[in-house]
């Protein structure tokens, strides 16, 4: 199954850690973010708030190659599952993205959450991960 752990890592910078395990890999696993989602007549950009992607499989660090502005390709070797490690910069409060501060914290799973692609149609499992004190999780 892919999965997600999404957590806070920097309240104050407003940065969340996201690891997406991916069971089975393509050879050349395509990965990427959406530039727009249905309801919002806007471009979103969502990729721009990425940084510090990494990607290995097991001990081994796996090369990652930028396609364009939204999109990437993971070298995988064997059917090892690969695990991708990237930060995403949460400052803005509207429904449509993510926002994270010492108060609280939302995100829209399609500014957090990289796509898989060829393996929409799959079950996804989405995680939470340690949170500070007092805090609540909630879902639609």
Known sequence: MISYRIEPAD???????VTLEVPQPAQRQIVSLPVWIPGSYLVRE????LSQL????GQRACQI????????AVACIGGA??????????FDTS??????DAQRGFFNGTSLCLRVEGRDAEPH???VGKLPAGWLVATA
């Not at 309240?11 to 850690?17: A, E, I, N």
């Not at 990494?54 to 499989?57: D, F, I, W």
């Not at 429904?95 to 994270?100: K, M, Q, S, Y």
């Open 54 to 57: 990494q990607a290995s499989q």
């Open 11 to 17: 309240l104050h910078g407003h940065h969340f850690h």
């Open 95 to 100: 429904v449509r993205t993510a926002f994270l």
């Open 81 to 90: 599952p690969l695990r991708l490690r990237y930060e995403i910069y949460a």
């Open 65 to 72: 190659e930028q396609l364009d502005k939204c999109r990437w």
């Open 46 to 49: 969502f990729s721009r708030h």
């Open 125 to 127: 499992r989405l995680r």
